[in-house]
């Protein structure tokens, strides 16, 4: 006797089987990749996105006088005057190991790249020599009874203390908020497109300068 109802249970367990099979066989969705690790900045330590040669003409006078004895008053014996052509380089830097994210958008794939302001990372005053574009002193000359009697502690003092004007005012041409300005700039440019290449979108932004 023939069993005509048999062939379609066969081919209904069939397609079951090949459901089921697909099924497992599929790949189950992945997660959106999360950011690059902060540790990846952090590890870059202080990106530097500006550089900036400095020249001045730096002008100091060391006094010289000799106290008179048991008085409040002195003797001026004159004094020595320097020129020094002052050359040097700074650098502007961010410092990344500060770096933080906020407003992550896994499924987006944006995010906001908080920065830390960017500061002077090493301001110097060239000591080479004048051949390979060092600082010199153009002109020392003494002035009154120093003409005379020349005294090199106060020669020292007035060379000494126009090397250190000029350190100075290389730190200050470096902090110009002009150059600020730059150095953010240029460092945007530089998280923006090393995070684009990862996949992400990324926002750039810089903590409010302290007052």
């Not at 992945?30 to 690790?37: D, H, K, S, T």
């Not at 003092?157 to 470096?174: E, F, N, P, R, Y």
């Amino acid at each position: 006797m023939k069993q005509p109802f048999r062939l379609p249970f066969v081919l209904v367990g069939l397609v079951a089987f090949v459901i089921i099979y697909a099924f497992i066989q599929r790949p189950a969705p992945q997660p959106p990749a999360p950011p690059p690790p902060l540790i990846s900045l952090e590890k870059m330590g202080h990106l530097v996105s500006l550089k900036m040669n400095y020249a001045d003409i730096i002008e100091f006078t060391q006094p010289n006088a000799v106290d008179i004895p048991w008085t409040r008053r002195e003797v001026p014996l004159g004094s020595t005057r320097v020129l020094l052509v002052a050359r040097g380089d700074c650098t502007v830097a961010t410092d990344l190991r500060q770096a933080r994210y906020e407003n992550i958008d896994n499924s987006a794939r944006t995010l906001t790249v908080v920065l830390p302001q960017p500061a002077p990372l090493q301001a110097r005053l060239n000591h080479e020599a004048r051949e390979k574009g060092g600082s010199y002193f153009y002109a020392v000359t003494e002035q009154g009874l120093q003409t005379i009697i020349p005294d090199a502690k106060t020669r020292t003092g007035a060379m000494d203390k126009a090397l250190a004007t000029a350190q100075a005012s290389v730190q200050a041409a470096c902090s110009q908020p002009a150059l600020l300005a730059t150095a953010r700039e240029n460092a945007a440019g530089v998280l923006h497109a090393t995070l684009l290449a990862t996949g992400w979108t990324p926002e750039v932004t810089w903590e409010t300068a302290p007052r």
